[in-house]
């Protein structure tokens, strides 16, 4: 595709709801960034993948965040039994190769994620 | 956590002045990327500089970087009011793999 490609770009749950968001990255990148981005904010690293494989999961705030890529393209981002502070914008970004220095991230417009 | 600190957190100029952003960190570094966003988009990449290298040139950008005092500034010339938006910095380090860390950006309203 042209770009990274996020939905929904909106989602508004209840607290203790289970949410999924989406992201198609870039077709043919290699590596797949999720971010999460609170209000007036810089976004905050969450997890890394390269192709199917995750490789950093180090910033997943608690194991209610789960991410999968099981064919190495589509990834989803799953939040069970959210809290309202988990509202934020979530960012997803890709890069064209195996992940190595000097490269730019290429980002889409994000999911905004409110829990009531 | 936030490593990466920008200053000013806000600056309003008018059109054709000069704005200056600056972002301070604290690992060492592979290279630092300022990002730009607008409201309710993406992070779209600018420019990036080396750590080996001390200052660069993107049209109406320049970027330096100072290791040793772990700093950056990003310059825009000839600001226009298209270049409303937020500014951050992202480093990549040693330790910190293939993350980026980012600051907490700088709001730029440049006012026509």
């Known amino acids: 595709g042209a770009g990274v490609s996020q939905s929904p770009r909106y989602k508004v749950a209840k607290r203790g709801q289970d949410v999924a968001l989406r992201c198609d990255p870039i077709?043919?990148?290699?590596?797949l960034f999720w971010y999460q981005q609170a209000l007036g904010q810089g976004p905050e690293f969450l997890t890394y993948?390269?192709?199917?494989?995750?490789?950093?999961k180090s910033g997943l705030p608690s194991d209610r965040f789960f991410a999968e890529r099981p064919e190495g393209s589509v990834s989803t981002l799953k939040i069970q039994r959210t809290q309202q502070e988990d509202s934020a914008v979530y960012l997803c970004?890709?890069?064209?190769?195996?992940?190595?220095?000097?490269?730019?991230?290429?980002f889409g417009d994000g999911t905004r994620l409110s829990i009531l | 956590s936030q490593q990466g600190e920008e200053d000013p957190q806000a600056l309003s100029i008018q059109e054709g002045e000069n704005a200056t952003m600056n972002c301070s960190y604290k690992t060492s570094i592979n290279n630092l990327q300022w990002y730009r966003q607008n409201s309710g988009r993406g992070l779209v990449h600018l420019i990036l500089?080396?750590?080996?290298?001390r200052e660069k040139h993107s049209g109406r950008l320049r970027v330096t970087l100072d290791t040793s005092k772990k700093s950056s500034s990003l310059l825009i010339t000839a600001s226009r009011a298209a270049d409303t938006a937020s500014y951050f910095c992202a480093t990549d380090g040693e330790t910190s793999g293939s993350r980026l860390t980012f600051g907490e950006g700088t709001q730029l309203t440049v006012n026509p």
């Open positions: 970004a890709s890069t064209p190769r195996r992940i190595k220095k000097n490269q730019p991230q290429h």
């Open positions: 993948f390269q192709n199917e494989a995750q490789l950093d």
């Open positions: 500089i080396r750590s080996n290298e």
């Open positions: 077709s043919g990148h290699v590596s």
